[in-house]
């Protein structure tokens, strides 16, 4: 026995030995080691099992009291074991504290208390190592004592883990969510941005554990910050924190949230960038302007639904709405929502009358080709959870429209064949708008209908063909037709259409209705491409318009052409003229190449330092003109000096494309600096085989060689 109790402390003071130099050792330096932190890793693996053994063991302690038949080497076994991986857990604590992020208050409780928990431990195994240890008066108290102190301990860490509310989260009445059925009732930092928060970031950046010393609770938190920076800046999300680090690679030490943890998706993503991007608003409402924008598809997930809780109707009612001639069938097995079709042919008074008595039940209705009248329909402002009726080939007209506005919940509503006009559908989609409507051979005519559909943002079939969709709008026009400048270019856009929003965006985005709306005109003074778009209520937008503004850097005078273009199409003067070709390859602003290249070398009279070259071509397949094959850009700091190839570009092979096209080719240069450039345009060496003139010399057309 002495042997082993000799063990048992030799252990104990070599593991206290080693991680007091360890200790020790993270202590002194300014940063902790890698591997000291790296054990501090270990710190939540390992906690769990001082915590079982402690429960166990006084499990078998009082169990044992009880029957007499105490065990004491087991009790003695397992109080080692226990405070011996308390002692080491205690020290890992320590090393993982070192890492920061976490609430001084907190930790500091979660800190002592576990550290009180493991000398506790320790006393009581000395204390198991004399003999009739149980007999002693201290020691079961001692022992509740701490299990006191290693549940408390377990509850701080789970606060610096899990927030402070982790604990009591389910025991209290939870706060019924706001309900919110439309977009525009929906606040953006509130009942989204914080939501996104809450479910990706706020364990790792709440109050209790502030990972980098930034919490992301309260606006205020937010606003300040981090160790690492602003996590916000207004209208700049990619200087952002929050939303920069999201974009690294998973595998980079700071990207968040970090590698195991639950990511943001890519609606997620986009919507923290368009919540920073306006102005980083807490307080107000969303806003969307159109039916199909992107803004409103990616918020409908956060819209909150009053469910509706339906009865299910009693088997009696049921019944006598069967013998009254309706063929009755549940929607899903066992749930309440019926489908209920009329089966005879003329329903009376009575048989309406019977069919109230499921009118909250009922989800799906088909009184198509019956003998149905407008006296009949009152008893439909009453089935408010109606989402389908159908009423065609019968006999109402516009009467029965005042009884149809109550259906709040209606999406399908059929009324071909009837004497519905167009006055009676625009009265009802004044109140209510179902989102498909049948209307063919009525009193409705397609232009009537096409007008109702882009008002209202509905859907009318009102052709057997198919349906009368929102129409789209044109593109916007955009004027001067020149892309290239020298200082400051003014961009103007008009729509044909009154009341459209024209909308752009300068970083390549694709506009939608939450991009910058387009006032007046446009002062560009740097190269941007421009892309903008109209959009209208009830209307479809337009194609997005494209186009690439250039800021030319340097005026060419001086330069040598090694081969003259064709006496058709000449003078090389043309391609710096800052004057654009059409398609048209005889609009005069073209020069030609028959077979042979453009080479050209540029005299910018000093060093010039130039990032960006641009060559203007044009491919028109049925004329012979083709795309240049590549494109390839020397330097020279002397006239007469060797030539250094500082970029090139490698075109996709011609295509079969009918339409004559224009298209700028870009070869991007690292900040090259020097006064001579030498550019090179390679034609193709003959018309592909797929051409109908393969073998032939094929055309090279260039309007604009320029730097920016």
């Known amino acids: 026995m002495t042997n082993n ?29 890698r591997f000291i932190l790296a054990l501090g890793r270990f710190h939540p693996l390992l906690l769990h099992l ?5 429960i166990v063991t006084f499990f078998i302690d009082v169990l044992g009291r009880f029957q007499k038949n105490y065990p004491e080497n087991t009790i003695k076994s397992l109080l080692g074991f226990t405070s011996l991986f308390a002692i080491i857990t205690c020290f890992l604590g320590y090393f993982l504290s070192l890492e920061g992020g976490y ?25 198991s190592l004399k003999p009739s240890f149980k007999s002693n008066k201290i020691f079961l108290p001692l022992f509740i004592a701490t299990v006191i102190s290693i549940s408390v301990a377990g509850h ?8 402070d509310q982790y604990l009591t989260e389910y025991i209290s009445v939870s706060k019924k969510e706001r309900t919110i059925e439309d977009i525009d009732s929906l606040k953006l930092y509130n009942d989204v941005v914080a939501k996104i928060l809450d479910k990706k970031c706020i364990q790792c950046h709440n109050a209790s554990k502030q990972k980098g010393e930034l919490s992301l609770v309260t606006k205020e938190q937010i606003l300040k910050g981090g160790a690492s920076g602003l996590s916000v800046i207004s209208g700049n999300a990619s200087e952002s924190l929050l939303y920069s680090r999201v974009l690294l690679p998973i595998s980079d030490e700071e990207h968040m949230p970090p590698e195991g943890k639950e990511q943001l998706t890519k609606d997620e993503i986009w919507l923290i960038e368009h ?6 608003d807490f307080e107000n409402y969303a806003t969307v302007n159109s039916e ?24 009696d009612d049921i019944d006598d709405v069967k013998a009254a001639g309706f063929r009755v069938l549940e929607l899903v097995p066992g749930q309440a929502e019926l489908n209920v079709k009329y089966l005879d042919s003329v329903p009376t008074k009575n048989t309406m009358e019977t069919l109230l008595a499921l009118n909250e039940q009922i989800i799906e209705l088909d009184f198509g080709n019956s003998g149905i009248t407008d006296e009949m329909t009152s008893g439909f402002k009453k089935f408010k959870n109606l989402k389908s009726l159908r009423l065609q080939g019968t006999a109402i007209s516009d009467k029965t429209i005042e009884n149809l506005k109550a259906m709040e919940h209606l999406e399908v509503l059929n009324i071909h064949n009837t004497a519905i006009s167009e006055e009676g559908l625009e009265n009802l989609l004044t109140t209510i708008q179902p989102k498909r409507i049948y209307s063919w051979n009525t009193n409705v005519d397609n232009d009537n209908a096409q007008r ?23 593109p916007p026009l955009i004027s001067p037709s020149k892309t290239l400048f020298n200082d400051t270019i003014h961009v103007n856009v008009l729509s044909r259409l009154k009341n459209v929003d024209i909308r752009y965006t300068l970083n390549g985005d694709v506009p939608d209705s939450t991009s910058k709306i387009f006032d007046r005109k446009l002062i560009l003074n740097t190269s941007k491409t421009l892309k903008i778009a109209a959009f209208k209520d009830g209307w479809e937008p337009s194609d997005v318009i494209t186009r690439h503004y250039a800021k030319v850097q340097y005026a060419v005078t001086d330069f040598i052409i090694e081969e003259m273009p064709d006496d058709r199409y000449p003078d090389p003067l043309k391609v710096f003229d800052m004057k654009e070709g059409s398609t048209d390859f005889r609009d005069g602003h073209w020069i030609g190449y028959f077979g042979n290249d453009l080479q050209i070398t540029i005299d910018l009279k000093e060093k010039q330092t130039v990032n960006h070259i641009s060559v203007s071509c044009l491919e028109d397949i049925g004329s012979w003109i083709l795309y240049p094959t590549d494109i390839t850009v020397f330097t020279s700091t002397t006239e007469k000096g060797i030539y250094k190839k500082v970029g090139d570009l490698k075109n996709a092979p011609s295509t079969k494309n009918v339409d004559p096209r224009k298209e700028k080719f870009t070869i991007a240069l690292p900040e090259t600096t020097a006064r001579y450039f030498k550019i090179v345009v390679n034609n193709h060496d003959a018309l592909p085989s797929w051409h109908p003139s393969a073998g032939n010399p094929s055309w090279l057309f260039v309007d604009e060689v320029y730097f920016w």
């Open 156 to 163: 701080y860490g789970s606060v610096l883990t899990h927030g």
């Open 5 to 33: 109790n000799q063990i048992y402390k030799s252990v104990f003071l070599i593991i206290l030995l080693l991680f007091g130099v360890l200790t020790l050792y993270g202590i002194k330096t300014d940063e902790a080691p």
């Open 452 to 474: 109702l559909a882009n008002t209202f943002g509905v859907s009318i079939q009102n052709d057997i063909v198919g349906f009368v969709d929102r129409s789209q709008l044109e």
């Open 50 to 54: 001082p915590i079982g053994a402690l």
């Open 103 to 127: 609430q001084k208050e907190t930790l500091d409780l979660h800190f002592y208390t576990g550290i009180a928990t493991a000398l506790l431990a320790v006393v009581l195994f000395f204390m």
């Open 292 to 315: 199909n924008d992107t803004l409103k598809k990616k918020l409908n997930k956060y819209l909150v639904f009053n469910k509706v809780n339906i009865p299910k109707a009693s088997q």
């Open 275 to 280: 919540w920073i991007e306006n102005g980083l």
